[in-house]
């Protein structure tokens, strides 16, 4: 089965927010999943109260005790149980580990879905309110995560929120982001295997791949609805106490990897606890035309004058180990006659094509005339100001490329000194911009945002991927757009089409372009671009509306200031996001 997935936002609305009263609503019916292994009494009873709190009465309580408890939680639990009809207990004979305990309390579910919850944690009041409201919205909901937040271990205060992006599955590869709170639909949990033995630590990880791989909607609720309690034996305070879970969580992404016939081997990421990293496995290598405008110019770089077309080529052919290109070189018609017969020269490197335009310089055009006039099957649209720096680059960009459901693919652009200069393009308040612009080039982003691939809305046009079949579905570029937004175009309309943008940020190429470049563009693109996909730049998916960046660079500012919009809007009405399975696509006009 395909792992598409279609995004639509949903719109606020004033009646959004889920009814507050402790009665029967029809709605579903939530199982809550809890492994019980020597908890502090005080949390855990914080944790069972926090449910009993719940604005919801539909709701049952799976708490399953792994193997022999201190005769406190035992007490504990049953009194909890014969205090409510809702709450289930199980004691354990032997301890089987947190995978066989949740198991063992999926079987003692009833409810029409599931809900996982650690025994030193609590639930906001509304959580399973909330989700029930959101879920009303769809009848094919069979995912749903939440932002979270932190329990201070000190003082039991809330601290460190997650503002989660909405679901991406390229991020959730590497990285179990979702986190808390997790709800998935019973029948697909058990379908999917439910929890699975030797995964311990990493189970949440396992179970929402191989839920999600499957899963006909998927819905992020971008609302604080659970607490992570930061203790000494929690990873929410330090990462580094259950070193056995990130060891589980390679062998969860392998096995994700296997099943999905995704070309790639899984390992850890030296730097950054529960990041997987992904080393390019491939058995096939087509034909993939890079395609580069050009007008010849020069600039100085390292102190020494040189052709920035001439340094892509010759860094292109000199350090790619990916066994298959070709290069068009597309040049504008005010290029001398000598750079093509300079460039002739790589002829040894690999095959290297000319394409005379005789047109005013328009990017789209020259890009579209290159693709006319190649032979791969993808198409790599390739600045001249770049230099490639790392031998794998291209492998890993065909690594998801080739992928049926992924469009386009962009890498990491650095600039000259070394900060970044693309991550990604992102939309806040109607306005296209590159995220983390200007970070340094090993800053992590948010909650290590940057140690992974993700999606976006668009990917640059100076280093784009994309497979011939969809450019040609889609049209090639808009030659509208000469000069700006031509590649955001592009990537909504491959992303329209049914295919996911993807930037890779283990992928690295040098942009030669100037940090210190005016970034502004003429009204009119902006205008054109905005009213042609103006629902979608003002409803980002990959974007969460409750996050304001610690870095003045990593969002634009708006204007008026957006911490005066969030205020006016009031940050805990924001609708949840739906992305619907095998239609994968951000429109929403």
Not at 40 to 66: G, N, R
Not at 555 to 560: A, Q, T
Request: glycine share 6%.
């Amino acid at each position: 089965m395909s792992d598409s997935t279609e995004l639509i936002d949903l719109t606020d609305s004033e009646d959004s927010s889920p009814e507050m009263g402790n009665e029967k609503t029809d709605g579903p019916m939530f199982s809550l999943l809890v492994p019980v292994y020597h908890p502090e009494i005080d949390f855990l009873d914080e944790c069972i109260e926090s449910v009993l709190a719940q604005t919801t009465s539909d709701w049952e309580l799976c708490l399953v005790a792994d193997g022999p408890q201190p005769e406190p939680v035992n007490q504990v639990l049953k009194g909890y149980r014969n205090r409510d009809s809702r709450i289930k207990v199980h004691f354990r004979e032997e301890n089987g580990g947190i995978a066989a305990a949740t198991d063992d309390a999926l079987n003692m579910a009833t409810g029409e879905f599931i809900a996982l919850l650690d025994n030193d944690d609590t639930l906001a009041p509304h959580a399973l309110g909330t989700v029930a409201w959101e879920m009303a919205n769809f009848e094919d909901v069979d995912f749903v995560f939440s932002d979270e937040d932190h329990l201070d271990a000190g003082n039991g205060e809330r601290i460190n929120p997650f503002h989660k992006p909405g679901f991406s599955r390229e991020r959730l590869r590497q990285q179990m982001y979702l986190g808390h709170l997790v709800v998935c639909r019973r029948s697909l949990a058990i379908e999917v295997g439910g929890f699975r033995p030797g995964f311990d630590g990493s189970q949440d990880h396992d179970i929402s791949l191989r839920a999600t791989e499957k899963a006909r909607r998927i819905l992020h609720i971008p609302q604080v609805l659970y607490h992570w309690r930061e203790c000494e034996t929690s990873t929410a305070l330090d990462p580094t106490t259950k070193d056995w879970a990130y060891e589980a969580g390679v062998r969860v992404v392998q096995s994700h990897l296997e099943r999905t016939n995704f070309p790639a081997v899984a390992s850890r990421n030296p730097d950054w606890p529960g990041i997987i990293d992904l080393e390019p496995q491939l058995t096939e290598f087509p034909l993939v035309s890079v395609i580069i405008p050009t007008g010849g110019y020069k600039r100085i770089i390292r102190g020494e004058e040189v052709v920035l077309v001439d340094l892509a080529v010759k860094s292109l052919l000199a350090r790619t180990t990916y066994p298959n290109v070709e290069v068009i070189v597309v040049l504008d018609k005010n290029s001398e006659e000598e750079l093509g017969l300079s460039l002739q020269r790589y002829g040894n490197y690999g095959q290297v094509k000319f394409v005379q335009d005789t047109r005013d310089f328009n990017f789209s055009h020259a890009c579209n005339l290159g693709a006319a006039r190649a032979s791969g099957d993808l198409l790599l649209f390739h600045n001249d100001d770049t230099e490639i720096i790392q031998p794998d680059w291209l492998d890993r960009m065909v690594m998801y490329a080739t992928r049926e459901d992924i469009g386009a693919v962009g890498a990491k652009l650095l600039y000259s000194d070394g900060r970044i200069q693309h991550a990604g393009i992102w939309s806040r308040e109607g306005c296209p911009f590159h995220r983390y612009a200007h970070y340094r080039g090993d800053h992590p982003g948010y909650l290590a945002a940057l140690a992974t691939a993700q999606n976006a809305i668009a990917v640059t046009g100076a280093c784009l991927l994309v497979e011939r079949h969809k450019f040609d579905q889609v049209g090639g570029f808009a030659t509208i757009y000469p000069l700006a937004y031509n590649d955001v175009d592009l990537c909504l309309k491959l992303n329209r089409a049914g295919y996911r943008s993807v930037v890779d940020c283990a992928t690295k190429v040098v942009h030669h372009e100037s940090s210190t470049r005016d970034p502004t563009v003429a009204e009119w693109e902006f205008k054109q671009v905005h009213e042609r996909w103006k629902p979608l730049l003002h409803n980002d998916p990959y974007d969460n509306p409750n996050h304001i960046a610690e870095n003045v660079d990593e969002y634009p500012p708006p204007n008026p200031p957006l911490t005066i919009i969030l205020e006016e809007q009031g940050k805990a009405d924001f609708h949840a996001r739906a992305w619907p399975a095998q239609q994968e696509h951000l429109y929403c006009g």
